[in-house]
C-alpha cells in the first residue's frame, strides 16, 4: 500500500481495528510500575535524606540531595504550581484516548512511562503540602553536584518521562505506528527497473 510522503505500509502490516489486549496491559503495568517506584522512592527520601547533608554516590558522579520543588519536571515553572495538575490531567486524557487504538508494544512502554511519570509527579501535588493542587513534588537525584548546580534535581518520575518521550520520538523516527504498523520508505524506480519490467 502506498502511504503519503513516499512511504509504503506493507499489506501485512496494515493496522487492525481497536486495540489489542497486550498492548494495553503493558501500557497498564508499565503505568503502575512506574508509580509504585516514584512513589516509594519518595518515601525512602522523605524519611531518610535530611536536605542539609546530601548522601554522596560514585565518587561525587550522582547525589541524594532532598528537594520540594513546586514546579515542573527539572524545577521549572515554580511559580505556576497550580497549573501542572491540569495539564497532567490533559496529559492522561490524551493517553487514554490513544490506548483504544493501541496494538504497539514498544509504543505501550513509551506511553506507559509517560503517564507513570505524570501521575507520579500528580500524586504529590494532589496529597502533599501545602495541600490539593498545591503540593510540593519531591526530588532528589542530583548529577555532578549536591544541590542541582550543575543539572536540575529530579526524581523517577521525571526520568520515566524523559525515557518515554526519547522513545517515543524513536519510534516515530524509525516509523513504527501506534498501531502495530511500520512505515518504510518507498525505494525509488531506477532507469534499468523500468526497462525490465516492459
Same mark, same amino acid.
Given at each position: 500500500?502506498? /502511504?503519503?510522503?513516499?512511504?509504503?505500509?506493507?499489506?501485512?502490516?496494515?493496522?487492525?481495528? $481497536?486495540?489489542?489486549?497486550? /498492548? @494495553?496491559?503493558?501500557?497498564?503495568?508499565?503505568?503502575?510500575?512506574?508509580?509504585? #517506584?516514584?512513589?516509594?522512592?519518595?518515601?525512602?527520601?522523605?524519611?531518610?535524606?535530611?536536605?542539609?547533608?546530601?548522601?554522596?554516590?560514585?565518587?561525587?558522579?550522582?547525589?541524594?540531595?532532598?528537594?520540594?520543588?513546586? $514546579? /515542573?519536571?527539572?524545577?521549572? %515553572?515554580?511559580?505556576?504550581?497550580?497549573? =501542572?495538575?491540569?495539564?497532567?490531567?490533559? #496529559?492522561? $486524557? @490524551?493517553?487514554?484516548?490513544?490506548?483504544?487504538?493501541?496494538?504497539?508494544?514498544?509504543?505501550?512502554?513509551?506511553?506507559?512511562?509517560?503517564? $507513570? %511519570?505524570?501521575?507520579?509527579?500528580?500524586?504529590?501535588?494532589?496529597?502533599?503540602?501545602?495541600?490539593?493542587?498545591?503540593?510540593?513534588? @519531591?526530588?532528589?537525584?542530583? #548529577?555532578?553536584?549536591?544541590?542541582?548546580?550543575?543539572?536540575? #534535581? =529530579?526524581?523517577?518520575?521525571?526520568?520515566?518521562?524523559?525515557?518515554?518521550?526519547?522513545?517515543? @520520538?524513536?519510534?516515530?523516527?524509525?516509523?513504527?505506528?501506534?498501531? %502495530?504498523?511500520?512505515?518504510?520508505?518507498?525505494?525509488?524506480?531506477?532507469?534499468?527497473?523500468?526497462?525490465?519490467?516492459?
Amino acid at each position: 500500500m502506498q /502511504a503519503v510522503g513516499g512511504t509504503t505500509l506493507n499489506a501485512d502490516e496494515q493496522a487492525a481495528p $481497536g486495540f489489542a489486549p497486550r /498492548a @494495553v496491559a503493558v501500557l497498564a503495568v508499565t503505568t503502575a510500575v512506574a508509580v509504585a #517506584v516514584d512513589q516509594w522512592v519518595k518515601h525512602l527520601s522523605t524519611e531518610n535524606l535530611d536536605p542539609r547533608e546530601p548522601v554522596r554516590l560514585l565518587g561525587g558522579l550522582i547525589y541524594l540531595s532532598l528537594l520540594r520543588n513546586s $514546579g /515542573a519536571a527539572f524545577s521549572f %515553572g515554580s511559580g505556576y504550581t497550580w497549573v =501542572f495538575p491540569l495539564i497532567t490531567l490533559v #496529559v492522561v $486524557g @490524551v493517553i487514554v484516548w490513544l490506548a483504544t487504538k493501541l496494538r504497539s508494544v514498544p509504543w505501550a512502554v513509551a506511553l506507559g512511562l509517560v503517564l $507513570g %511519570g505524570a501521575l507520579g509527579n500528580l500524586t504529590d501535588r494532589l496529597f502533599r503540602a501545602p495541600g490539593p493542587f498545591q503540593g510540593h513534588v @519531591v526530588d532528589m537525584i542530583s #548529577v555532578f553536584a549536591p544541590y542541582g548546580e550543575r543539572f536540575a #534535581v =529530579f526524581n523517577i518520575a521525571d526520568a520515566c518521562l524523559t525515557v518515554g518521550v526519547c522513545l517515543a @520520538v524513536l519510534l516515530e523516527l524509525t516509523g513504527r505506528q501506534r498501531d %502495530g504498523t511500520r512505515i518504510t520508505k518507498a525505494k525509488p524506480v531506477t532507469g534499468t527497473q523500468t526497462e525490465e519490467n516492459a
